[in-house]
C-alpha cells in the first residue's frame, strides 16, 4: 500500500512537472483510439480507412479541446455511415445536432461522453461509464451516456446490416426510413443496457454522497451489482442475448478501473476520522472530517564519498 | 536595491489563476442584470429548441410519409397539426425552465466569484498604497 502511495506521489509531481505533454499525450491516444475503432467498426469509406488518417487526425486532435474532437469524430463517422446509407445518415446526423444543440449548450463540459461511451463499449469495458460517472460527475451527465450507448447501438446496427443497408434500393424511401427508426428504437438489448446504466450512475451518486466510511468503495461495488441485476433481469424478461463470460469479465475489469479511479482521486484514513460538534447563531454543526492520506515521494541520493574496496594498500 | 514582495507576488498569482480559471464566466457576468442575462440565455435556447424540433419533425413526417398520406380528411391533418404546436409549446416550456434554473444559478454563482475577485484586487490595491507610502516616507527621511 505504501509503495502504492509514494507512486501516486511520484506521478503527481510527474504530472505537475510536464502536464502539457501529458494533456496533448492523452487527448491523442482518446482521439487516435475513436478514429482507429471507427475505422476497424464502420470503415466503409475506403479513403478514410488508410492507417496514417486516424495518426494524422489524432496527432492534430492533441493540440485542440475535447468538444472539437467530438465534433470530428462525429463528422468522420457520418462520413463513414454515408458510405453505406444516407437515410442512417441523416437520422443520426439529426440526432447529434439536437443534442448538441439543446444539451451542450446548457451543460457542455461533459459532452466527451458521448465519445467515450461507444469507444469503452467496443473495448468491452462499458460497465465503467457509470462507475465513474457517477463517482466523479453531476447526474445529468447520464444525458450523454445514454446518447453514447445509442450511437453505439446505431453503429453495431450499421456495422450488422451494412450489406442490406446498401443493396436495399428497391425498397420504397419512407419504408427505409420505417425500418430504420423501427429496428433502432426496437433493440431491447440498448434498452436493457440504458436502464443498467441510469440506474448504476444514480446508485454510485447516491451512495458516494451518504456520509459512511469507505462510501467510494461501497458505492462502487453497489453499482457494478446494480448493473449486473439490470442485465440479467432483462436477459430474463426480455430474452435479449447477453453472454455470461464477457460480461462478467467486462463488468470485473469495469470495477477494478473504478477501484483505481478512487485510488488516485479519493484516498483517505478513515481510522483517524474526528468528530466535532459546534454552533453559530442560526445553526448546530455536527462535523466529520476524515483526513487524506498524504506520503511524501521519497528523494533519496547515495553519493560514495570514499569507497574501501578501491583503497589501494600501502 | 530591488526587494520582491513576497506577499504580493502570491496575491497577483491566486488573482491571475482565477482570472484564469473562473473569468470566462465570471466576466460576462458583470455586464447584464440578472434578468438580462437569464433572458439573453432564454432567447437563444428558444431558438435552439425551435431548430431541434423542426429537425426532429423533418425526421417524424419522413418516418410517418404513409401514414400521413393516407389521411383522408383535412381535420384529421388539422388535429396533428395542433397536437405537433401542443407538443413543441409543452417542450418549449419544459426547456425554458430548465434553462430558467441553469443560468440564474449559474449568475448567482459567478456573482459570488466576483466578490471574491474584487475582495482579491482590494487587498491588493492596499498592499500598493501601503508600498508607496512606505516609499514617501523612505524619501522624506533621507532629504530632512
Redesign the interface.
Known amino acids: 500500500m505504501m509503495g502504492l502511495l509514494v507512486m501516486k506521489e511520484r506521478l503527481k509531481v510527474l504530472y505537475g512537472r510536464c502536464d502539457g505533454f501529458i494533456n496533448a499525450l492523452i487527448r491523442f491516444l482518446l482521439a487516435f483510439l475513436t478514429f482507429f475503432m471507427l475505422n476497424q467498426n464502420i470503415g466503409y469509406m475506403a479513403k478514410l480507412k488508410n492507417p496514417v488518417v486516424p495518426v494524422v487526425l489524432g496527432l492534430l486532435c492533441s493540440f485542440l479541446p475535447y468538444g472539437l474532437i467530438s465534433v470530428l469524430a462525429a463528422v468522420f463517422m457520418l462520413v463513414h455511415i454515408y458510405s453505406v446509407s444516407f437515410e442512417i445518415t ?2 443520426v446526423g ?1 440526432l447529434l ?2 443534442i448538441a ?2 444539451y451542450c ?3 457542455g463540459g461533459d459532452s466527451f461522453l458521448i465519445l467515450v461511451t461507444p469507444i469503452l463499449f467496443l473495448l468491452k469495458i462499458p460497465y465503467v461509464v457509470p462507475l465513474l460517472v457517477g463517482l466523479s460527475g453531476s447526474l445529468v451527465s447520464v444525458i450523454p451516456v445514454s446518447c453514447g450507448v445509442f450511437i453505439y447501438y446505431i453503429l453495431l446496427y450499421v456495422k450488422q446490416n451494412a450489406g442490406v443497408l446498401t443493396n436495399d434500393a428497391s425498397v420504397d ?3 427505409k ?2 425500418q430504420i ?1 423501427h429496428s433502432m428504437l426496437s433493440n431491447q438489448l440498448m434498452l436493457v443496457m440504458l436502464t443498467a446504466f441510469i440506474l448504476g450512475t444514480l446508485i454510485v451518486y447516491m451512495i458516494r454522497n451518504l456520509s459512511i466510511d469507505y462510501s467510494w468503495i461501497f458505492a462502487i461495488i453497489a453499482g457494478t451489482i446494480t448493473q449486473l441485476v439490470v442485465i440479467f433481469i432483462g436477459d430474463f424478461v426480455f430474452n435479449v442475448s447477453v453472454s455470461v463470460g464477457p460480461l462478467l469479465i467486462g463488468v470485473l475489469v469495469s470495477a477494478l478501473v473504478a477501484g483505481i479511479y478512487d485510488f488516485f482521486v479519493f484516498a483517505v484514513d478513515y481510522t483517524r476520522t474526528e468528530y466535532t460538534q459546534f454552533e453559530d447563531d442560526d445553526y448546530y454543526y455536527y462535523v466529520k472530517a476524515v483526513p487524506k492520506i498524504a506520503v511524501s515521494a521519497p528523494d533519496v541520493k547515495v553519493q560514495k564519498i570514499n569507497s574501501r574496496s578501491h583503497r589501494t594498500p600501502r | 536595491m530591488l526587494m520582491l514582495n513576497e506577499d504580493k507576488i502570491k496575491l497577483m498569482t491566486s488573482i491571475s489563476l482565477f482570472e484564469q480559471k473562473e473569468g470566462k464566466h465570471i466576466f460576462p457576468v458583470n455586464r447584464y442584470f440578472k434578468s438580462d442575462y437569464v433572458s439573453k440565455y432564454m432567447i ?2 428558444f431558438f ?2 425551435t ?2 424540433y423542426l ?2 419533425m ?2 417524424w413526417v ?2 410517418s ?2 401514414f400521413l398520406i393516407n389521411q383522408s380528411s383535412i381535420d384529421s391533418l388539422t388535429f396533428l397539426g395542433w397536437r405537433a404546436v401542443a407538443v413543441y409549446i409543452a417542450g418549449l416550456a419544459v ?1 425554458l425552465t ?2 430558467w434554473i ?1 443560468y440564474a444559478k449559474r449568475y448567482d454563482y459567478a456573482r459570488r466569484g466576483l466578490k471574491v475577485y474584487m475582495a482579491k484586487l482590494r487587498r491588493l490595491e492596499k498592499r500598493y498604497e501601503f508600498q508607496d507610502k512606505t516609499k514617501e516616507l523612505e524619501k522624506g527621511g533621507r532629504t530632512s
Open positions: 441523416l437520422i439529426v445536432l439536437v444543440t439543446l449548450g446548457l451543460h424511401i419512407t419504408q426510413y420505417v427508426i | 437563444r435556447s435552439g429548441y431548430f431541434s429537425l426532429v423533418v425526421i419522413l418516418y410519409m404513409d426547456y430548465v434553462t441553469v
